[in-house]
């Protein structure tokens, strides 16, 4: 059975202070991994797919790389506004994008 | 653009009504999806379609039911609704199955 775990379960952080989230998955055939951020009240909304091990993918404050058992999201001196859930959901599989996710990080930058 | 609309954005239902959440969307997405979102767990994938008039179930299907008649639009039908289905619903599109899902803001339905 596909499994995603992800760590910490919330996190709190001062402005400026970096740190990472982790997402481990059990998958066979992994096709991509997403991690979306999703604000209270709102949808998660998309930020990156990664495909392969090694790769990685930036946008602003936000890196994400992945291993063959693991994804990191760093976080690079992050503002307040980047206080949010950040999700992560794997694809495996033919056919229709299956996502399987993982229960989220609750981060909250303090200014 | 719109993107995905889900109505209503809030409901209460009793025990053994039921009711009918919209989705639609207006990016011409082949794929359409529908989720679950319960406190402190991940999203469970209830019903998918790869298109008008072709629907399959997902991980937790039990409950619901789905058609899809036009490209726009997925409902998801909640027959005989339980105090278990209460929980947040999520919609979402992709054009195709290497493509990012795009997502709704979601229906929060409580039935007590």
């Known amino acids: 059975e596909d499994q995603v775990t992800q760590s910490p379960e919330a996190l709190r952080l001062q402005e400026g202070e970096s740190s990472s989230l982790n997402c481990s998955y059990t998958?066979?055939?992994?096709?991509?991994l997403f991690w979306y951020r999703q604000d209270p009240g709102k949808g998660p909304e998309f930020l990156f797919t990664?495909?392969?091990a090694g790769e990685e993918k930036e946008k602003e404050r936000l890196k994400a790389t992945l291993t063959k058992k693991e994804s990191f999201l760093h976080i690079t001196a992050p503002k307040p506004e980047d206080s949010a859930t950040y999700l992560c959901?794997?694809?495996?599989?033919?056919?229709?994008?299956?996502?399987?996710f993982g229960q989220g990080t609750r981060l909250t930058i303090n200014p | 653009n719109a993107g995905v609309t889900q109505t209503p954005k809030f409901r209460i239902l009793k025990i053994g009504q039921s009711m009918t959440l919209q989705c639609a969307q207006d990016m011409n997405h082949n794929y359409m999806y529908w989720y679950r979102q319960d406190p402190g767990m991940g999203l469970k994938l209830i019903y998918y379609s790869v298109g008008a008039g072709i629907t399959d179930k997902g991980e937790v299907p039990n409950g619901y039911n789905v058609s899809r008649s036009t490209t726009e639009d997925f409902p998801l039908r909640l027959e005989l609704a339980a105090p278990s289905q209460t929980s947040v619903y999520f919609c979402?599109?992709?054009?195709?199955?290497?493509?990012?899902?795009?997502f709704g803001d979601g229906t929060r339905l409580s039935i007590l």
């Open positions: 990664l495909y392969s």
């Open positions: 979402a599109s992709s054009y195709s199955s290497f493509q990012p899902q795009h």
């Open positions: 959901a794997v694809q495996a599989g033919q056919g229709a994008q299956k996502l399987v």
């Open positions: 998958v066979s055939g992994l096709r991509g």
